[in-house]
Protein backbone atom coordinates (compact mmCIF):
# COMPACT_ATOMS: atom_id res chain seq x y z
CA UNK A 1 0.00 0.00 0.00
CA UNK A 2 2.70 2.88 0.99
CA UNK A 3 4.56 1.76 -2.29
CA UNK A 4 1.26 2.35 -4.26
CA UNK A 5 0.85 5.39 -2.62
CA UNK A 6 4.13 6.91 -3.07
CA UNK A 7 3.71 6.06 -7.00
CA UNK A 8 0.89 7.86 -7.25
CA UNK A 9 2.23 11.09 -5.39
CA UNK A 10 5.30 11.03 -7.71
CA UNK A 11 3.16 10.81 -10.60
CA UNK A 12 0.81 13.86 -10.00
CA UNK A 13 3.99 15.87 -9.60
CA UNK A 14 3.76 18.15 -12.37
CA UNK A 15 7.84 18.47 -13.39
CA UNK A 16 8.77 15.19 -15.16
CA UNK A 17 11.60 13.55 -14.24
CA UNK A 18 14.09 12.38 -16.74
CA UNK A 19 16.65 9.35 -16.47
CA UNK A 20 20.05 9.62 -18.01
CA UNK A 21 22.01 6.36 -18.91
CA UNK A 22 25.15 7.01 -18.45
CA UNK A 23 25.09 9.98 -15.43
CA UNK A 24 26.43 8.26 -11.90
CA UNK A 25 23.98 10.33 -10.58
CA UNK A 26 20.60 8.90 -12.06
CA UNK A 27 22.26 4.98 -11.99
CA UNK A 28 22.17 5.67 -8.33
CA UNK A 29 18.45 7.17 -8.07
CA UNK A 30 17.58 3.95 -9.80
CA UNK A 31 20.07 1.96 -7.21
CA UNK A 32 17.92 3.55 -4.70
CA UNK A 33 14.44 2.57 -6.41
CA UNK A 34 15.26 -0.90 -6.48
CA UNK A 35 16.80 -1.10 -2.65
CA UNK A 36 15.06 -2.79 -0.05
CA UNK A 37 15.63 -3.16 3.86
CA UNK A 38 18.87 -2.22 5.55
CA UNK A 39 21.56 -0.42 2.96
CA UNK A 40 24.57 -1.71 5.06
CA UNK A 41 26.68 -2.56 2.51
CA UNK A 42 26.09 1.80 1.78
CA UNK A 43 26.45 2.23 5.70
CA UNK A 44 29.89 0.03 6.14
CA UNK A 45 31.42 2.24 3.03
CA UNK A 46 30.59 5.45 4.43
CA UNK A 47 31.58 4.57 7.90
CA UNK A 48 35.55 3.49 6.89
CA UNK A 49 35.89 5.78 4.49
CA UNK A 50 34.97 8.90 7.28
CA UNK A 51 37.01 7.01 9.95
CA UNK A 52 39.97 6.46 7.67
CA UNK A 53 39.89 10.68 7.30
CA UNK A 54 38.95 11.26 11.03
CA UNK A 55 41.57 9.37 13.20
CA UNK A 56 44.76 11.30 12.45
CA UNK A 57 43.22 14.29 13.09
CA UNK A 58 43.77 14.10 16.73
CA UNK A 59 45.74 10.73 17.41
CA UNK A 60 48.56 13.68 18.21
CA UNK A 61 47.03 14.71 21.38
CA UNK A 62 48.23 11.83 23.64
CA UNK A 63 51.75 12.34 23.34
CA UNK A 64 51.85 15.82 21.89
CA UNK A 65 53.33 17.05 25.13
CA UNK A 66 55.73 15.10 25.00
CA UNK A 67 56.58 15.09 21.54
CA UNK A 68 56.83 18.75 22.17
CA UNK A 69 59.07 18.30 25.05
CA UNK A 70 61.66 15.76 23.05
CA UNK A 71 61.48 18.99 20.04
CA UNK A 72 63.16 20.91 23.34
CA UNK A 73 61.94 24.32 21.83
CA UNK A 74 60.12 25.02 24.96
CA UNK A 75 62.50 27.05 27.70
CA UNK A 76 60.00 26.20 30.77
CA UNK A 77 57.42 23.11 31.48
CA UNK A 78 54.19 25.67 31.50
CA UNK A 79 54.81 26.35 27.98
CA UNK A 80 55.04 23.08 26.41
CA UNK A 81 51.40 23.30 26.18
CA UNK A 82 51.35 26.73 23.98
CA UNK A 83 53.59 24.85 21.49
CA UNK A 84 51.53 21.92 21.41
CA UNK A 85 48.25 23.71 20.57
CA UNK A 86 50.36 25.47 17.54
CA UNK A 87 51.28 22.14 16.04
CA UNK A 88 47.34 21.27 17.54
CA UNK A 89 45.91 23.94 15.53
CA UNK A 90 48.21 23.41 11.90
CA UNK A 91 45.98 20.36 10.70
CA UNK A 92 42.68 22.70 11.07
CA UNK A 93 43.98 25.98 9.69
CA UNK A 94 45.15 24.44 6.70
CA UNK A 95 41.63 23.01 6.32
CA UNK A 96 40.12 26.50 6.82
CA UNK A 97 41.71 27.61 3.93
CA UNK A 98 41.01 25.00 1.48
CA UNK A 99 37.32 23.19 2.31
CA UNK A 100 35.26 25.73 0.52
CA UNK A 101 37.20 24.85 -2.62
CA UNK A 102 37.10 20.99 -2.18
CA UNK A 103 33.17 21.05 -1.95
CA UNK A 104 33.33 22.87 -5.13
CA UNK A 105 35.65 20.75 -6.69
CA UNK A 106 32.90 17.64 -5.52
CA UNK A 107 29.90 19.68 -6.80
CA UNK A 108 31.95 20.19 -10.31
CA UNK A 109 33.85 16.36 -10.95
CA UNK A 110 32.19 14.30 -7.99
CA UNK A 111 32.35 13.28 -4.39
CA UNK A 112 34.53 9.67 -5.41
CA UNK A 113 37.53 11.77 -6.89
CA UNK A 114 37.73 14.58 -3.96
CA UNK A 115 37.51 11.12 -1.39
CA UNK A 116 40.43 8.98 -3.43
CA UNK A 117 42.41 12.54 -2.89
CA UNK A 118 41.62 12.93 0.68
CA UNK A 119 42.45 9.65 1.88
CA UNK A 120 45.52 8.93 -0.20
CA UNK A 121 46.64 12.44 1.67
CA UNK A 122 46.27 10.71 4.74
CA UNK A 123 48.83 7.94 3.64
CA UNK A 124 51.35 10.88 2.54
CA UNK A 125 51.56 13.32 5.25
CA UNK A 126 50.38 11.71 8.58
CA UNK A 127 53.21 9.44 7.84
CA UNK A 128 55.51 12.07 7.81
CA UNK A 129 54.16 13.65 10.65
CA UNK A 130 55.25 10.37 12.49
CA UNK A 131 58.56 11.30 11.23
CA UNK A 132 59.03 14.45 12.65
CA UNK A 133 62.51 15.69 13.77
CA UNK A 134 61.78 18.88 15.07
CA UNK A 135 58.74 21.55 15.81
CA UNK A 136 58.42 23.13 12.48
CA UNK A 137 58.58 19.74 10.51
CA UNK A 138 55.64 18.99 12.78
CA UNK A 139 53.56 22.19 11.98
CA UNK A 140 54.28 22.16 8.05
CA UNK A 141 53.10 18.16 7.84
CA UNK A 142 50.12 18.75 9.77
CA UNK A 143 49.38 21.87 7.71
CA UNK A 144 49.30 20.08 4.52
CA UNK A 145 47.54 17.16 5.77
CA UNK A 146 44.65 19.15 6.59
CA UNK A 147 44.65 21.61 3.43
CA UNK A 148 44.74 18.86 1.18
CA UNK A 149 42.25 16.47 2.73
CA UNK A 150 38.89 18.04 2.16
CA UNK A 151 37.19 15.00 2.48
CA UNK A 152 34.24 15.53 5.19
CA UNK A 153 32.47 17.99 3.86
CA UNK A 154 31.86 16.07 0.03
CA UNK A 155 31.58 12.47 2.18
CA UNK A 156 28.21 14.40 4.05
CA UNK A 157 26.96 15.16 0.80
CA UNK A 158 27.41 11.83 -1.02
CA UNK A 159 25.79 10.32 1.91
CA UNK A 160 22.74 12.47 1.67
CA UNK A 161 22.74 11.11 -1.91
CA UNK A 162 23.69 7.56 -1.26
CA UNK A 163 20.55 6.67 0.97
CA UNK A 164 16.85 6.80 0.66
CA UNK A 165 15.11 8.84 2.52
CA UNK A 166 13.70 7.23 5.45
CA UNK A 167 17.64 6.43 5.66
CA UNK A 168 18.82 10.01 5.83
CA UNK A 169 19.31 10.64 9.53
CA UNK A 170 20.72 7.31 9.74
CA UNK A 171 23.48 8.12 6.88
CA UNK A 172 23.81 11.24 8.82
CA UNK A 173 24.55 9.26 12.29
CA UNK A 174 26.93 6.76 10.69
CA UNK A 175 29.16 9.61 9.64
CA UNK A 176 29.27 11.74 12.92
CA UNK A 177 29.68 8.10 14.54
CA UNK A 178 32.52 7.19 12.75
CA UNK A 179 34.03 11.01 13.15
CA UNK A 180 33.49 10.52 16.85
CA UNK A 181 34.84 7.53 17.05
CA UNK A 182 37.71 8.61 14.94
CA UNK A 183 38.40 11.47 17.34
CA UNK A 184 38.25 8.93 20.16
CA UNK A 185 40.42 5.99 18.93
CA UNK A 186 42.86 7.87 17.14
CA UNK A 187 44.07 9.21 20.31
CA UNK A 188 43.45 5.61 22.00
CA UNK A 189 46.03 4.35 19.16
CA UNK A 190 48.12 7.30 19.83
CA UNK A 191 48.04 6.86 23.75
CA UNK A 192 48.72 2.65 23.06
CA UNK A 193 51.14 2.64 20.53
CA UNK A 194 54.14 6.15 20.91
CA UNK A 195 57.23 5.62 22.32
CA UNK A 196 56.87 1.47 22.12
CA UNK A 197 60.84 1.31 22.80
CA UNK A 198 59.84 2.51 26.73
CA UNK A 199 56.57 0.53 26.81
CA UNK A 200 57.61 -2.37 24.64
CA UNK A 201 61.12 -2.86 24.73
CA UNK A 202 60.85 -6.43 23.83
CA UNK A 203 59.60 -5.52 21.16
CA UNK A 204 61.23 -2.79 19.88
CA UNK A 205 64.73 -1.64 20.71
CA UNK A 206 65.76 1.76 21.40
CA UNK A 207 68.13 1.80 18.24
CA UNK A 208 65.34 0.35 16.53
CA UNK A 209 63.08 2.91 13.89
CA UNK A 210 60.45 3.10 16.03
CA UNK A 211 63.14 3.73 18.75
CA UNK A 212 64.66 6.97 16.86
CA UNK A 213 61.19 8.18 16.07
CA UNK A 214 59.07 7.16 19.08
CA UNK A 215 55.73 8.79 17.83
CA UNK A 216 55.90 6.76 14.25
CA UNK A 217 54.11 3.65 14.95
CA UNK A 218 50.69 5.09 15.70
CA UNK A 219 51.13 7.50 12.38
CA UNK A 220 52.05 4.51 10.40
CA UNK A 221 49.14 2.66 11.32
CA UNK A 222 46.99 4.40 10.66
CA UNK A 223 47.99 5.14 7.53
CA UNK A 224 48.03 1.11 6.59
CA UNK A 225 44.32 1.67 7.07
CA UNK A 226 43.88 4.66 5.28
CA UNK A 227 46.15 3.36 2.27
CA UNK A 228 43.56 0.34 2.23
CA UNK A 229 40.31 2.79 2.34
CA UNK A 230 42.21 5.05 -0.58
CA UNK A 231 42.28 1.80 -2.63
CA UNK A 232 38.76 0.35 -1.66
CA UNK A 233 37.35 3.75 -2.63
CA UNK A 234 37.89 3.17 -6.45
CA UNK A 235 35.18 0.75 -5.99
CA UNK A 236 32.64 3.46 -4.34
CA UNK A 237 29.80 4.34 -6.69
CA UNK A 238 29.60 8.56 -7.67
CA UNK A 239 26.42 9.67 -7.04
CA UNK A 240 26.61 13.29 -8.79
CA UNK A 241 24.72 14.33 -11.57
CA UNK A 242 25.87 14.65 -14.93
CA UNK A 243 23.31 15.67 -17.91
CA UNK A 244 25.70 17.95 -19.98
CA UNK A 245 26.19 15.95 -23.02
CA UNK A 246 23.55 13.55 -23.14
CA UNK A 247 20.32 13.37 -23.66
CA UNK A 248 17.69 11.93 -21.55
CA UNK A 249 16.35 8.23 -22.24
CA UNK A 250 12.66 8.92 -23.23
CA UNK A 251 9.61 7.62 -21.67
CA UNK A 252 12.16 7.39 -18.25
CA UNK A 253 9.66 8.68 -15.62
CA UNK A 254 8.31 5.55 -14.47
CA UNK A 255 11.63 4.36 -13.87
CA UNK A 256 12.19 6.62 -11.14
CA UNK A 257 8.67 6.79 -9.19
CA UNK A 258 9.79 4.91 -6.32
CA UNK A 259 13.22 7.06 -6.15
CA UNK A 260 13.84 9.83 -3.33
CA UNK A 261 12.04 13.12 -4.19
CA UNK A 262 15.65 14.81 -4.45
CA UNK A 263 16.18 17.48 -6.78
CA UNK A 264 18.62 16.65 -9.65
CA UNK A 265 22.36 18.02 -9.99
CA UNK A 266 22.31 19.56 -13.18
CA UNK A 267 18.83 21.68 -13.71
CA UNK A 268 18.97 24.59 -15.30
CA UNK A 269 17.36 26.51 -12.42
CA UNK A 270 19.90 29.12 -11.10
CA UNK A 271 21.65 27.73 -7.60
CA UNK A 272 20.58 30.02 -4.24
CA UNK A 273 23.14 32.08 -2.83
CA UNK A 274 24.03 29.86 0.18
CA UNK A 275 24.52 32.63 2.14
CA UNK A 276 21.10 34.19 1.81
CA UNK A 277 20.08 30.50 3.35
CA UNK A 278 19.02 31.29 7.05
CA UNK A 279 18.21 27.86 7.69
CA UNK A 280 21.81 26.63 6.50
CA UNK A 281 23.69 29.80 7.86
CA UNK A 282 22.35 29.20 11.34
CA UNK A 283 23.02 25.85 11.68
CA UNK A 284 26.62 25.83 10.11
CA UNK A 285 27.55 28.70 13.23
CA UNK A 286 25.82 26.61 15.69
CA UNK A 287 27.59 23.98 14.65
CA UNK A 288 31.06 25.91 14.64
CA UNK A 289 30.44 26.85 18.21
CA UNK A 290 30.49 23.35 19.01
CA UNK A 291 33.21 22.56 16.86
CA UNK A 292 35.53 25.16 18.52
CA UNK A 293 34.58 23.67 22.26
CA UNK A 294 35.12 19.58 20.84
CA UNK A 295 38.48 20.75 19.62
CA UNK A 296 39.52 23.01 22.64
CA UNK A 297 38.39 19.69 24.74
CA UNK A 298 40.07 17.27 22.91
CA UNK A 299 43.30 18.83 23.34
CA UNK A 300 43.00 20.10 27.14
CA UNK A 301 41.52 16.91 28.11
CA UNK A 302 44.77 14.89 27.06
CA UNK A 303 47.39 17.93 28.60
CA UNK A 304 45.53 17.95 31.87
CA UNK A 305 45.11 13.85 32.21
CA UNK A 306 49.23 13.75 31.45
CA UNK A 307 50.01 17.08 32.89
CA UNK A 308 51.86 16.58 36.71
CA UNK A 309 49.47 16.08 39.73
CA UNK A 310 51.40 19.21 40.91
CA UNK A 311 49.56 21.62 38.09
CA UNK A 312 46.27 19.54 38.68
CA UNK A 313 46.51 17.32 36.44
CA UNK A 314 45.94 13.72 36.46
CA UNK A 315 49.41 12.28 36.04
CA UNK A 316 48.34 9.85 33.34
CA UNK A 317 50.52 7.66 31.11
CA UNK A 318 49.96 7.98 27.41
CA UNK A 319 48.76 3.99 27.87
CA UNK A 320 45.74 5.54 30.62
CA UNK A 321 44.38 8.86 28.06
CA UNK A 322 44.55 5.71 25.25
CA UNK A 323 42.49 3.08 27.67
CA UNK A 324 40.01 6.03 28.61
CA UNK A 325 39.61 6.91 24.97
CA UNK A 326 39.29 3.13 24.17
CA UNK A 327 36.28 2.42 26.76
CA UNK A 328 34.72 6.21 25.31
CA UNK A 329 34.68 4.81 21.78
CA UNK A 330 33.28 1.54 22.89
CA UNK A 331 30.40 2.99 24.57
CA UNK A 332 29.82 5.65 21.31
CA UNK A 333 29.77 3.05 19.09
CA UNK A 334 26.97 1.38 20.98
CA UNK A 335 25.35 4.65 21.59
CA UNK A 336 25.55 5.49 18.20
CA UNK A 337 24.17 1.93 16.68
CA UNK A 338 21.85 1.15 19.60
CA UNK A 339 20.13 4.65 20.37
CA UNK A 340 20.65 7.68 18.61
CA UNK A 341 18.45 7.20 15.89
CA UNK A 342 15.39 6.60 18.38
CA UNK A 343 16.46 9.59 20.57
CA UNK A 344 16.56 11.97 17.24
CA UNK A 345 13.15 10.59 16.06
CA UNK A 346 11.42 10.70 19.24
CA UNK A 347 12.92 14.57 20.54
CA UNK A 348 13.88 15.60 17.13
CA UNK A 349 17.85 17.01 16.30
CA UNK A 350 17.38 20.76 17.69
CA UNK A 351 16.26 19.44 20.36
CA UNK A 352 19.02 16.35 21.01
CA UNK A 353 21.74 19.51 20.58
CA UNK A 354 20.31 21.53 23.32
CA UNK A 355 19.99 18.59 25.78
CA UNK A 356 23.14 17.32 24.62
CA UNK A 357 25.10 20.63 25.67
CA UNK A 358 23.66 21.41 28.66
CA UNK A 359 24.15 18.16 30.05
CA UNK A 360 27.66 18.65 28.87
CA UNK A 361 28.37 21.98 30.88
CA UNK A 362 27.17 20.17 33.80
CA UNK A 363 29.83 16.79 33.00
CA UNK A 364 32.71 19.65 32.68
CA UNK A 365 31.63 21.24 36.15
CA UNK A 366 32.94 17.95 37.40
CA UNK A 367 36.40 17.93 35.95
CA UNK A 368 38.28 20.19 38.28
CA UNK A 369 36.95 17.66 41.35
CA UNK A 370 37.95 14.61 39.66
CA UNK A 371 41.63 15.67 39.67
CA UNK A 372 41.01 15.31 43.73
CA UNK A 373 40.00 11.00 42.96
CA UNK A 374 42.93 8.68 42.78
CA UNK A 375 43.24 4.82 42.40
CA UNK A 376 40.59 2.72 41.14
CA UNK A 377 38.10 5.48 41.95
CA UNK A 378 39.58 7.66 39.84
CA UNK A 379 39.76 5.70 36.96
CA UNK A 380 35.59 4.40 37.06
CA UNK A 381 34.84 8.11 37.41
CA UNK A 382 36.71 9.40 34.68
CA UNK A 383 36.04 6.26 32.37
CA UNK A 384 32.47 7.13 32.98
CA UNK A 385 32.37 11.00 32.44
CA UNK A 386 34.37 10.68 29.87
CA UNK A 387 32.24 8.16 27.80
CA UNK A 388 29.20 10.52 28.32
CA UNK A 389 30.93 13.47 27.67
CA UNK A 390 31.69 11.84 24.10
CA UNK A 391 28.46 10.65 23.43
CA UNK A 392 26.65 14.24 23.96
CA UNK A 393 28.97 15.80 22.01
CA UNK A 394 28.39 13.36 18.50
CA UNK A 395 24.97 13.39 19.67
CA UNK A 396 24.97 17.48 18.86
CA UNK A 397 26.81 17.42 16.04
CA UNK A 398 24.91 14.32 14.35
CA UNK A 399 21.91 16.80 14.48
CA UNK A 400 23.13 19.93 13.18
CA UNK A 401 24.87 17.42 10.14
CA UNK A 402 21.09 16.55 8.90
CA UNK A 403 19.78 20.19 9.72
CA UNK A 404 22.50 21.45 7.29
CA UNK A 405 21.86 18.90 4.61
CA UNK A 406 18.18 18.96 4.50
CA UNK A 407 18.70 23.17 4.48
CA UNK A 408 20.33 22.67 0.56
CA UNK A 409 19.03 20.56 -2.54
CA UNK A 410 21.91 18.63 -4.77
CA UNK A 411 23.46 20.86 -6.93
CA UNK A 412 24.69 22.75 -3.54
CA UNK A 413 24.89 20.28 -0.88
CA UNK A 414 28.76 19.42 -2.15
CA UNK A 415 29.43 23.72 -2.04
CA UNK A 416 27.52 24.33 1.41
CA UNK A 417 28.84 21.34 3.42
CA UNK A 418 32.50 22.70 2.21
CA UNK A 419 31.11 25.99 3.43
CA UNK A 420 30.10 24.10 6.77
CA UNK A 421 33.57 22.44 7.15
CA UNK A 422 35.62 26.31 6.11
CA UNK A 423 33.68 27.62 9.40
CA UNK A 424 33.81 24.61 11.67
CA UNK A 425 37.73 24.26 10.76
CA UNK A 426 38.34 27.94 11.26
CA UNK A 427 36.95 27.80 14.78
CA UNK A 428 38.55 24.38 15.26
CA UNK A 429 42.03 25.63 14.12
CA UNK A 430 41.44 28.00 17.08
CA UNK A 431 40.29 25.49 19.69
CA UNK A 432 44.10 23.93 19.92
CA UNK A 433 45.79 27.33 19.98
CA UNK A 434 43.46 28.88 21.86
CA UNK A 435 43.04 25.84 24.46
CA UNK A 436 46.81 24.73 24.59
CA UNK A 437 47.61 28.83 25.66
CA UNK A 438 44.37 28.55 28.00
CA UNK A 439 45.65 25.49 29.79
CA UNK A 440 49.69 27.00 30.32
CA UNK A 441 48.01 30.79 31.59
CA UNK A 442 46.51 28.30 34.27
CA UNK A 443 49.48 26.23 35.57
CA UNK A 444 50.76 29.82 36.48
CA UNK A 445 47.56 30.57 39.04
CA UNK A 446 47.13 27.65 40.56
CA UNK A 447 46.40 30.18 43.49
CA UNK A 448 44.61 32.93 42.90
CA UNK A 449 41.22 33.43 44.59
CA UNK A 450 39.24 32.90 41.63
CA UNK A 451 38.50 29.71 39.32
CA UNK A 452 42.35 28.84 40.26
CA UNK A 453 44.47 26.51 37.95
CA UNK A 454 42.31 24.46 36.15
CA UNK A 455 38.80 25.58 37.33
CA UNK A 456 39.08 28.28 34.88
CA UNK A 457 40.06 26.00 31.79
CA UNK A 458 36.70 24.17 32.31
CA UNK A 459 34.83 27.42 33.64
CA UNK A 460 35.95 29.11 29.68
CA UNK A 461 34.61 25.38 27.81
CA UNK A 462 31.40 25.63 29.86
CA UNK A 463 30.77 29.46 28.34
CA UNK A 464 31.54 28.46 24.93
CA UNK A 465 29.24 25.61 24.96
CA UNK A 466 26.70 27.65 26.83
CA UNK A 467 26.87 30.06 23.94
CA UNK A 468 26.26 27.07 21.13
CA UNK A 469 23.35 25.89 23.31
CA UNK A 470 21.56 29.58 22.98
CA UNK A 471 22.18 29.88 19.28
CA UNK A 472 20.26 26.37 19.44
CA UNK A 473 16.83 28.87 19.89
CA UNK A 474 14.59 30.90 17.94
CA UNK A 475 14.41 33.11 16.02
CA UNK A 476 18.48 32.29 15.45
CA UNK A 477 18.45 28.50 14.55
CA UNK A 478 15.48 27.88 11.57
CA UNK A 479 14.98 24.99 10.62
CA UNK A 480 14.28 23.99 6.76
CA UNK A 481 11.02 23.84 5.35
CA UNK A 482 11.78 20.69 3.01
CA UNK A 483 14.21 17.82 2.71
CA UNK A 484 15.46 17.66 -0.83
Same mark, same amino acid.
Given at each position: ???????????????????????????????????????????????????????????????????????????????????????? +?????????????????????????????????????????????????????????????????????????????????????????????????????????????????????????????????????????????????????????????????????????????????????????????????????????????????????????? +??????????????????????????????????????????????????????????????????????????????????????????????????????????????????????????????????????????????????????????????????????????????????
Amino acid at each position: MASEERRETLLNKREEKHYYENCPGCKMDLHKAGQTGLPVKELLTIWVVVLGTALPISSLFPFLYFMVRDFHIAKREEDIGSYAGYIG +SAFMFGRTLTSAFWGVVADRYGRKPVIIFGTSIVVVFNTLFGLSTNFWMAVVTRFLLGSLNGLLGPIKAYAAEIFREEYQALGMSTISSAWGIGLIIGPALGGFLAQPAEKYPDLFSKGSLFGRFPYFLPCLCISVFALVVAVGSFWIPETLHNHDSERPRQNSYKALEAASDTKDGNESAPKENLFKNWPLMSSIISYCVFALHDMAYSEIFSLWAV +SPRKFGGLSYSTADVGEVLSISGFGLLVFQLTLYSSVAKYIGPVMTARAGGVLSIVLLTTYPYIAMLSGTTLSVVMNVVSMMKNILSISIITGLFILQNKAVDQRQRGAANGLAMTGMSFFKALGPAGGGALFSWAQKRLNASILPGNHVVFFVLNMIEAIGVLLTFKPFLVEAQNTN
